[in-house]
């Protein structure tokens, strides 16, 4: 949620480095948008028959990966590929946190597990604007990018330890 909120500011640095039209712009704000879209459904499905857990992480690796493509681009079409990248992982993402939050606690502690979850994409949505617009006033729009890696090694390690594989091939 946080990198959708960041990229806005990012885009007349990005128009200036990469020389980007206003279609190019377009295409690195909707090409993870799109992606994302188009295979939230198919990989939740995956997880379920897979294991939420694996697919989560993978889903982690993509994001992270794609993250290192957006922020070593040299050329708005790099960084449209690194967007589809980012989107399929945030695919994943998107259609299996919640299931694992909720697999990761008893009964009892859900509803608790569901409002930290709904809190943290909440937050991440308001504070989008300042981090991006502080990460290309200070540094470099590729800074959006680069922040995305060590949270994903950090949620890699966190899933590696606390989150317990599920899968449910009759969901």
Same mark, same amino acid.
């Given at each position: 949620m946080l990198d959708s909120? +960041?990229?806005?500011?990012?885009?007349?640095?990005i128009r200036a480095e990469l020389g980007a039209s206003s279609s190019g712009l377009q295409w690195v704000q909707n090409s993870y948008? %799109?992606?994302?879209?188009? %295979?939230?459904? +198919? %990989?939740?499905?995956?997880?379920?028959?897979v294991g939420r857990k694996r697919t989560f992480q993978l889903g982690m690796l993509a994001f992270g990966a794609g993250s290192? @493509?957006?922020?070593? /681009?040299g050329s708005v079409g790099q960084l449209? /590929?690194?967007r589809v990248v980012q989107g399929a992982g945030g695919a994943a993402l998107l259609a299996l946190s919640l299931a694992i939050a909720n697999l990761a606690f008893p009964p009892e502690e859900r509803?608790? /597990?569901?409002? @930290?979850?709904?809190a943290v994409s909440a937050i991440a949505l308001a @504070?989008?604007?300042?981090v991006g617009g502080t990460a290309v006033e200070l540094v470099s729009w590729r800074l959006i990018f680069w922040m995305a890696v060590p949270f994903a090694a950090l949620a890699?390690?966190?899933m590696a330890v606390a989150?317990?594989?599920s899968r449910d091939e009759t969901a």
């Open positions: 909120t +960041t990229l806005p500011l990012a885009l007349a640095s948008l %799109l992606t994302m879209a188009a %295979l939230v459904v +198919t %990989l939740g499905r995956v997880g379920d028959m290192v @493509i957006c922020a070593t /681009a449209i /590929a690194g509803p608790r /597990a569901v409002g @930290i979850w709904a @504070i989008g604007p300042l890699l390690a966190i989150a317990p594989e």
